[in-house]
Nanobody, 114 residues
Framework: QVQLVESGGGLVQAGGSLGLSCAFS????????MAWYRQAPGKQRELVAS???????NYIDSVKGRFTISRDNAKSKVYLRMNSLKPEDAAVYYC????????WGKGTLVTDAS
């Protein structure tokens, strides 16, 4: 059974940076498409960034140039580096892994301090 555990959320000022991590437990991590989603209060969950098994990345327009998704297959982890944060980036961030099934973490909260 796959489990995903996010960490790294916190309080950030506009313009600040934060790094999120997602630890994957289970088998065949390197085969999974991994992604970060977020959900702000009153809004639908949205895909922020994804990375394929081969390392191809994709981002929503609002975070391009500011966020970077990466993965370490040796450590079974996926990361999201967030720079130049904006108040609208505040949300619960969820790690997602998909192969034959889709798995979700419980989320980590990024809060705007401004």
């Amino acid at each position: 059974q796959v489990q995903l555990v996010e960490s790294g959320g916190g309080l950030v000022q506009a313009g600040g940076s934060l790094g999120l991590s997602c630890a994957f437990s289970g088998s065949f991590f390197s085969l999974y498409v991994m992604a970060w989603y977020r959900q702000a209060p009153g809004k639908q969950r949205e895909l922020v960034a994804s990375i394929t098994r081969g390392g191809t990345t994709n981002y929503i327009d609002s975070v391009k140039g500011r966020f970077t998704i990466s993965r370490d297959n040796a450590k079974s982890k996926v990361y999201l580096r967030m720079n130049s944060l904006k108040p609208e980036d505040a949300a619960v961030y969820y790690c997602n892994g998909q192969l034959a099934q889709r798995y979700w973490g419980k989320g980590t909260l990024v809060t705007d301090a401004s």
